[in-house]
């Protein structure tokens, strides 16, 4: 065999060698557990001995679509996803374009601050809110203290805390995404913009949000997904009435060990996930092409 | 250059051999670990400090803890059910959870031969998959600030017109529809006359809290007055300085009894047999009795007078202590659920 026929193997030897490892971590880590329990989901369940049944059925799609009770907690994730999102990216883009414009020379300083939020983790941050939030927490305190309310407020276990508490841990993710890529669009193109006579919401319309977009679907996207699977803040500040999806499948797996069950609430969790999150690409590329 | 980082044939199967030599490499036989699965927190820490270190350790034994809330440390187990080792030796769990996972086909059942120490159990303690360590019983809890008359009842505790005074906690279903149930003319085997009760209460503005501590910080802001819990958590929360009392129920005292199982493939079985012999050494009991404010489930433990009148009880209230039908919940346990879930949190 020549040596020029060996390079090109060698070749292809060498990129599977790389790319091998992390291919197969993937398809092992991540789609063989979700294949075993896409086939656990189909099964059946015995709830006087709590043991699951080999089964085919689809019995627990069926059953999650028509009780009232696993709806509304499908609609209440939806509703929270979008509304925490929503916040996000309204108020994170001011301050993106902040961080992406600013000479200043303390501009790694203000990229840390709003990183700074990730270095605790989620059940600690919940943990934090639950000081601020609680009935004599620094809220309430401080409100009574200034004589602005007699009794008070109940925020902490009610809905306006789990949005609160997933709009802090989303927001940096937010402005990361919005920041890189406002960066990367010449400041020049604003000033033409503003020189041929476009006011700051032509010019925002018209130019910043056509050239922002790929950062924009970005941060909506990894916004949303987060939010649509927030376990830990809706489980902490939502308290035992609130009903999200994450919390839902872990109280089907763990409390009730009712795995078939669980299984398929995870498998609605992650198809409406991905479908909304598919639908909003598809709707905003489609305008943007118009 | 990019022959530096072209692999050849033989290398690349060399490469691959060496790795599959270093994971078949064999895992050393460890005799003499135990791995308990167990709540952490004070109860782990007390674990190590009542048995652990002054039982276990100087025979040999090393112990390792998996520390987590009972329901992942059960799922966890139904997981490796089909394994013929599993990855825990000895599992800490409450009465109701070790006849749940005895259902469940998941523990041995226990050879009493090798316990030696079992022969002072209360019979009560003594299940043929599981032994009983501590146990305590659910009172009343009320803060005499806010609620002048004592309640003696869970008639008077569970009652809708405490109002937003009623907390409620979530995890503890199960004690909680037994209780409202024994309020309304039902018992520990037959809890649906406390469903109307509970919706009432829930009606008039009983708080529900996700956990025990969410309930202890309730009770300490003053949030709310009056509930159900452990007597020993009691004892605690007052010795923290929250200001409650106890009473024992005239309708009964539902006891919790929390001990340990071991899996049917436990990797260690002689390590947890000896961690079973050593957790009813009467040192053990008593020091868990004075540290945690659990009664010993053995007849020999010798607990002080003055920590036994605050964690115990009088032999009239003795008298009214009822152990759980973990038959019924157990069979029932997805529809209380649900009931719990969908129509009194719902």
Partial sequence: MSLAAERPRGQLLTASALIGPATIFVAVSLFAPLAILFRYSLNDFDKTTKTMIEAVTGTNYVHFFTDPYYTSALATTVEVALLSTAVCFVVGFPLAYVVARTQSRFKHLLIIAIVLPLFV???????????????????????MGLGLIEKPLEIMFTEKAVIIGIIAVNLPFMVLSLQSVIE???????????????????????????????????????????AMNAYATPYLLGGPLFKMMAPLVYNQFTQQTNWPFGGAIAFILMAVTLGLTVAANLMIQRRTIR | MSDLFTLRRRGLLGGAAALAAGAAWPAHAEDKRI????????YSRLLAKNIEKPL??????????????????????LAEKALRRGTSDIQGLSAANMYDVNQQGLVEQLDYSKIPNAKNLIPAMKYPY????????????????IIKRAPTSFAEAIDPKMGDKLGIIDIQYQYTLVAAGMASGGSPSNIEPGKERLLACKKAGARIYPSNEAF???MKTEEIAVGIMWKARAVQWQNAGIPI?????????????????MPKNAPNKPGAYAYLNAMLEPSAQEAFAVDMGYNPTITNAHVPADVQKRIGFTPEEEKRLVDLDYGYLAKNDVAFQDWWNKSFKG
């Fill in chain 1, 121 to 143: 983790g989620n059940a600690v941050r919940a943990a934090g809110w639950m000081v601020v939030f609680g009935n004599k927490g620094f809220v309430n305190a401080g409100l």
């Fill in chain 1, 184 to 226: 990367g669009i010449d400041r020049s193109v604003e000033e033409a913009a503003f020189s041929l006579g476009a006011p700051p919401a032509t010019m925002f319309w018209r130019v910043l949000w056509p050239l922002a977009l790929p950062g924009i679907l970005a941060g909506t996207i990894l916004t949303f997904i987060l």
């Fill in chain 2, 35 to 42: 791995v308990v699965g167990t709540w952490g927190g004070d």
């Fill in chain 2, 56 to 77: 276990l350790e100087p025979k040999g034994w090393d112990v390792v803890k998996d520390e987590a809330n009972d329901p992942p440390r059960r799922a966890k187990m």
């Fill in chain 2, 130 to 145: 599981g032994i009983g360590q501590i146990y305590s019983g659910k009172v009343i809890l009320y803060n005499p600030k």
């Fill in chain 2, 216 to 218: 202890a910080q309730a």
């Fill in chain 2, 245 to 261: 009392e106890t009473v024992a129920a005239k309708e009964g005292v539902p006891m919790y009894i929390s001990g340990f199982a």
